[in-house]
């Protein structure tokens, strides 16, 4: 066996929770801590680790954390709430024994996409934060919420190499004047030593050979020059712009997309029989 298959067959089995559903959760949880930090900045005036003159009663800081759980439609998140001195922070996103967001995915989702601007990006602060907070502490958070999703699409990577990238889409409802459903195109890299990340995700009216090529070009052009193997559906100019970006990756069809492609063109009582040999050929 090579080392391509090695690292290959390495990477895919040590961890089979690898689904879309999964990423986008995992991102709205980091994204909600954030969120959290950012409040407490704003209402505090001060960021984390700023020195300050802690003999004064009247002096508001930081004061520890304590944890919670919420459930979102891609599963449950796990909150990191931060504490003040004073105990007047009252964060504004998840009030006492609320138990589900309203929204929250949307938001996120939205928020950290490629291509969303600042103008977007202060109207969807304005909506989570406009009801509890003065128009300055809005601007505060608003600005600091602005530098995380800026640094999330321009941060270099730590690493050049990846043995596979999954591409996937899933289509979600998001508000541009009217609700509508739109793909949201994920690139989830694999490293050799089995180690997951997020690399990018965009919004597009449709899944696209073009917004797949865009996002392949800002991978690269942020540091990641080798990827050995691509998995991705079928989609019509997907292939074209793996070549033109990693022209030295291999591609393979998904297995799943292929399935459900599969039994598109199968009557409904033939389909337990074709499955069962399509997976005996896999």
Not at 136 to 164: D, G, M, P, W
Not at 253 to 267: I, K, M, P, T
């Amino acid at each position: 066996m090579n080392q391509f298959n090695k690292d290959i067959i390495a990477a895919l089995s040590s961890d089979k929770d690898i689904t879309l559903n999964e990423v986008l959760r995992r991102q709205i949880e980091v994204a909600a801590n954030q969120f959290l930090q950012n409040e407490l900045t704003a209402v505090l005036g001060h960021k984390p680790h700023t020195r300050i003159d802690r003999s004064k009663d009247d002096v508001n800081y930081r004061n520890g954390t304590y944890t919670r759980t919420i459930d979102t439609e891609y599963g449950e998140i796990n909150l990191t709430i931060p504490r003040d001195r004073l105990n007047k922070f009252q964060n504004a996103l998840f009030p006492p024994y609320v138990r589900r967001t309203d929204g929250l995915e949307e938001m996120v989702i939205k928020m950290y996409s490629k291509g969303v601007t600042t103008r977007e990006i202060a109207d969807m602060v304005e909506r989570m934060y406009g009801h509890y907070y003065s128009p300055t502490t809005v601007s505060n958070i608003t600005k600091r919420t602005e530098h995380l999703v800026e640094e999330f699409h321009e941060r270099r990577f730590k690493y050049s190499q990846y043995v596979c990238v999954f591409l996937d889409a899933t289509y979600i409802p998001l508000r541009r004047g009217t609700v509508e459903r739109e793909a949201v195109n994920v690139a989830i890299g694999i490293r050799s030593d089995g180690g997951k990340e997020v690399l990018d995700y965009s919004i597009a009216p449709t899944e696209n050979g073009a917004a797949w090529s865009e996002l392949l070009q800002g991978l690269r052009a942020r540091g990641i020059k080798d990827i050995q193997l691509f998995i991705a559906d079928g989609l019509v100019g997907l292939q074209s712009a793996i070549e033109a970006n990693y022209p030295q990756a291999k591609f393979q069809r998904c297995w799943v997309h292929a399935e459900r492609n599969l039994l598109g063109y199968v009557r409904k009582n033939d389909r337990r029989e074709i499955i069962t040999d399509f997976k005996a050929i896999r």
